[in-house]
């Protein structure tokens, strides 16, 4: 079973940026595609960025522009840079193996003043 951890959240203020990364267990992690999702307190779970095994990309609109979500096989690892972050992005980040239905147990953005 592949486990996913990730890391890099904590607080920040508006305008400013964070650097998630997500680790895989197992080196099948560059077979799959890969995402991040996030969840805002009393909101349902919502995609924000997802990479293919290809290294094609696909962004929600309410990031693109914003955040990058990248890959490094080699290291089984997953990243998600953001910028230019607003409170809105307060949220837990998830990554996740879409296709495997594997999730991490989160890392916590806080954005605010």
């Known amino acids: 079973q592949v486990q996913l951890v990730e890391s890099g959240g904590g607080l920040v203020q508006p305008g400013g940026s964070l650097n998630l990364s997500c680790v895989a267990s197992?080196?099948?992690?560059?077979?799959?595609?890969a995402a991040w999702y996030r969840q805002a307190p009393g909101k349902q779970r919502e995609f924000v960025a997802l990479?293919?095994?290809?290294?094609?990309?696909n962004y929600d609109l309410s990031v693109k522009d914003r955040f990058t979500i990248s890959r490094d096989n080699a290291k089984r690892a997953l990243y998600l840079q953001m910028t230019s972050l607003k409170p809105e992005d307060t949220a837990v980040y998830y990554c996740?193996?879409?296709?495997?239905?594997?999730w991490g147990l989160g890392t916590q953005v806080t954005v605010s003043e």
């Open positions: 990479i293919t095994s290809a290294i094609t990309t």
């Open positions: 197992t080196s099948i992690f560059s077979d799959y595609n």
């Open positions: 996740t193996l879409p296709s495997l239905d594997i």
